[in-house]
T-cell receptor, first 115, second 115 residues
Framework: SAVISQKPSRDICQRGTSLTIQCQVD?????MFWYRQQPGQSLTLIAT?????????ESGFVIDKFPISRPNLTFSTLTVSNMSPEDSSIYLC????????????FGPGTRLTVL | AQSVTQPDIHITVSEGASLELRCNYS??????LFWYVQSPGQGLQLLLK??????LVQGIKGFEAEFKRSQSSFNLRKPSVHWSDAAEYFC?????????????FGQGTRLTINP
């Protein structure tokens, strides 16, 4: 499987500021994803982080609000920009493409509260 | 549009009782189906998955699920629940058609265990 870490694990931020979340995997992976889980809700895919190129965003999510980087095969960042209280959520990264595993492995999540 | 429906938002069962969590999907092709569990403060853990073959799949922690194409269902079962099974359970379907590359999640079912 994979060991996935996220930093920070939680944060409380002021509206109008930005927060960058890091996702680190202990092995090279083919695909990395970012999800949002709003309070009491399910997971919604934000984007697929592509190594060396621009991320692929899902409907309703834009690069200006959620810029994503993936400089190599084990690391990605998600920035939540110009935050508002509606951005309060758990943000999870996941990975796919580890050895013979055809499944997504999820990180522990980053709990963000925006005041 | 592809979707996953978990009709039960919250289920309460007594410890030792049997459990069935419902999941219905809407997807045109042969689905790749998953059940994940999310314990408080934890990331998502894969319980089991169905890609093809035997429609009854066994997972970890004593869980199993049955794929019924005619009913577009993939219900999760456990013959005897333990207090540690209290968690949020998510059904998901891959809509990329390649295994686990683009997951759509259901709304989740919160499981409470009575002692």
């Amino acid at each position: 499987s994979a060991v996935i870490s996220q930093k920070p694990s939680r944060d409380i931020c002021q509206r109008g500021t930005s927060l960058t979340i890091q996702c680190q995997v202990d092995s090279q992976v083919t695909m990395m994803f970012w999800y949002r889980q709003q309070p009491g809700q399910s997971l919604t895919l934000i984007a697929t982080a592509n190594q060396g190129s621009e991320a692929t965003y899902e409907s309703g999510f834009v690069i200006d609000k959620f810029p994503i980087s993936r400089p190599n095969l084990t690391f990605s960042t998600l920035t939540v920009s110009n935050m508002s209280p509606e951005d309060s959520s758990i943000y999870l990264c996941s990975v796919w493409g580890i050895s013979s595993y055809n499944e997504q492995f999820f990180g522990p999540g980053t709990r963000l509260t925006v005041l | 549009a592809q979707s996953v429906t978990q009709p039960d938002i919250h289920i309460t069962v007594s410890e030792g009782a049997s459990l069935e969590l419902r999941c219905n999907y809407s997807y045109g092709a042969t689905p790749y189906l998953f059940w994940y569990v999310q314990s408080p403060g934890q990331g998502l853990q894969l319980l089991l998955k169905y890609f093809s073959g035997d429609t009854l799949v066994q997972g970890i922690k004593g869980f199993e699920a049955e794929f019924k194409r005619s009913q577009s269902s993939f219900n999760l079962r456990k013959p005897s629940v333990h207090w540690s099974d209290a968690a949020e359970y998510f059904c998901a379907v891959d809509i990329a058609g390649q295994g686990a590359q683009k997951l759509v999640f259901g709304q989740g079912t919160r499981l409470t265990i009575n002692p």
